[in-house]
């Protein structure tokens, strides 16, 4: 399992936020996996498989774990990455994990996984306009052919 440094992670959270430093930092650090994850959670499926197929099997764990996959939540709680999973855990409304990272000196996963989480809010928000849905009909439309 790869480690990450307080620093990429804070970067890796700017990204999600929309911050072009964060993703400057990823891309040009050799982080493309943190870069793959976020898209993953917002269901590109060639992401999700940039990570299996380059065998980040803990952050395809992780995207997983975000939309409550239970075997994905034990793979990281066997594998010991407890930070990765108890992330997973604040995005799904745990406030138990929130304390437990906290407490354990790794707020800097905190704030990502509030940022994932307003991502996602963001993202969902976007489908449900009428401009969103219809993107999503003519996305789907291009999918079955």
């Given amino acids: 399992m790869?480690?990450?440094s307080t620093h990429t992670i804070d970067q890796f959270t700017r990204h999600v936020m929309k911050d072009t430093s964060g993703f400057n930092y990823l891309m040009n650090n050799g982080y493309k996996e943190l870069l793959a994850v976020l898209d993953a959670i917002r269901d590109d499926k060639k992401?999700?498989?940039?990570l299996w197929n380059n065998k980040f099997f803990v952050l395809a764990a992780f995207v997983n774990a975000i939309w409550d996959d239970e075997k994905a939540f034990k793979f990281l709680m066997d594998a010991k990455a407890y930070e990765w999973a108890a992330t997973a855990n604040i995005i799904n409304g745990d406030d138990k994990a929130e304390e437990f990272l906290k407490t354990s000196g790794n707020e800097h996963y905190v704030l990502?996984?509030?940022a994932i989480q307003m991502r996602i809010h963001e993202d969902g928000d976007k489908n449900t306009s009428p401009w969103g849905v219809?993107?999503?009909l003519l996305n789907f439309k291009k999918d079955v052919e």
């Avoid at 992401?47 to 940039?50: D, E, K, R, S």
């Fill in 134 to 136: 219809m993107k999503n």
């Fill in 112 to 114: 990502l996984a509030h």
């Fill in 47 to 50: 992401a999700f498989q940039f």
């Fill in 2 to 4: 790869k480690h990450y």
